[in-house]
């Protein structure tokens, strides 16, 4: 049955849809140059306040005050809340998936030997994973340039870590770095499920409310409620909250929402090499060339594999840029005509 309206597909290599096209990869540069450093400074204010506080209580803390201030803002700009149980169990889970089995297992990994290198290196193959899941899951495809972009992304947190992955580690704290791996891959497939009609201000505010909620048993067994008064543990507390859980997990979930999982991940191959550049200035550890070696070499792997997802989509022209093409389209004569030359 035809409708009312019959619409066709016209090819404009005019300036709107070259502009469209770069603002676009302008905003998803601002967008992943923004996740980078921000979570990046995860890492930097993560070791600073595990050495003032046990890293349990931390956790309990970020996700309590993060909680806090996502929900104000919520309540603030009458973000709508899900009506149907599944849109609240879907972002729980995922935020129990994303923020307690991820963060839990690498921060328990690291007290029990674990080196920061090792630790990256093992969660930043999420890229690789998410990839491959999802040609399992959801049929994405990746051209042979973003898969080579995948490795070379990983081999630059290689290159970038490789001072430090010296030394032997218990298996135990390495199968829980590897946990806290999987937590990542799982709530990010999870959330890149989520209908993209959800809010992202709400859909948050219910992930991390859940991710608290599950770090209450895990800091009593672990170092308690009590956070040290210092500036470093307060400092740290407040930057890992507003900073990485609120800040943070909007920039992920934005990108997820224009780009696919492994493409999205990519950006994570960036986060050791630069965390180690950072760590210079804010930790005051020596510059290594290795790190900056990596940074290159991540670099180029990102770029390889959003080169990779552009390639593989076509962008079409919007209606509303062509007016007069719709206008005519509408048309009952031309609708008439139409439905005769077909009939």
């Known amino acids: 049955m035809l409708s009312n309206t019959y619409s066709c597909y016209v090819e404009v290599p005019g300036p709107v849809a070259r502009d469209r096209a770069g603002s676009g990869r302008l905003v998803g540069l601002v967008l992943a140059t923004g996740f980078v450093l921000v979570w990046a400074s995860g890492y930097l204010v993560g070791d600073l306040g595990t050495t003032a506080s046990a890293p349990t209580t931390l956790l309990f803390w970020r996700f309590l005050v993060a909680t806090a201030v996502m929900g104000a803002i919520a309540?603030?700009?009458?973000?709508?809340?899900?009506?149907?149980?599944r849109d609240w169990v879907r972002p729980a889970a995922a935020g129990v998936l994303l923020l307690d089995v991820q963060f839990a297992g690498v921060y328990t990994g690291l007290s029990l030997g674990?080196?920061?290198g090792l630790a990256s290196l093992i969660v930043s193959s999420s890229p690789l994973v998410i990839a491959v899941a999802g040609i399992a899951l959801d049929g994405e495809r990746l051209r042979p340039v973003g898969w080579l972009g995948l490795v070379l992304g990983l081999?630059?947190?290689?290159?970038?870590v490789s001072s430090e992955l010296s030394g032997g580690a218990r298996t135990s704290a390495v199968v829980l770095c590897v946990v806290g791996l999987v937590g990542f891959v799982a709530g990010t497939l999870l959330q890149k499920h989520a209908p993209a009609s959800a809010d992202l201000r709400t859909g948050t505010t219910i992930q991390i409310g859940a991710a608290t909620i599950v770090s209450v048993p895990l800091a009593a067994v672990g170092g308690g409620f009590a956070l040290p008064l210092t500036a470093v543990a307060v400092g740290s507390a407040l930057w890992l909250a507003v900073v990485n859980s609120v800040g943070g997990l909007l920039l992920f979930f934005v990108i997820l929402r224009r780009r696919s999982g492994a493409g999205a991940t990519s950006a994570l191959f960036l986060v050791p090499p630069v965390t180690a550049l950072l760590a210079v200035p804010?930790?005051?550890?020596?510059?290594?060339?290795?790190?900056?070696?990596?940074?290159?070499?991540?670099?180029?792997?990102?770029?390889?594999?959003?080169?990779s997802e552009s390639a593989g989509t076509r962008?079409?022209?919007?209606?509303r840029d062509f007016p007069d093409v719709v206008s005519e389209a509408?048309?009952?004569?031309?609708?008439?005509?139409?439905?005769?030359s077909v009939g």
């Open 75 to 85: 309540a603030v700009t009458r973000a709508p809340w899900p009506t149907r149980l």
């Open 330 to 340: 509408n048309d009952p004569q031309h609708t008439q005509q139409f439905r005769d």
């Open 155 to 160: 081999a630059g947190v290689g290159v970038a």
């Open 282 to 307: 804010v930790l005051g550890e020596p510059l290594d060339i290795a790190a900056l070696a990596g940074v290159a070499l991540a670099a180029v792997g990102v770029a390889l594999v959003s080169r």
């Open 114 to 116: 674990v080196s920061a």
């Open 315 to 319: 962008q079409l022209p919007d209606a």
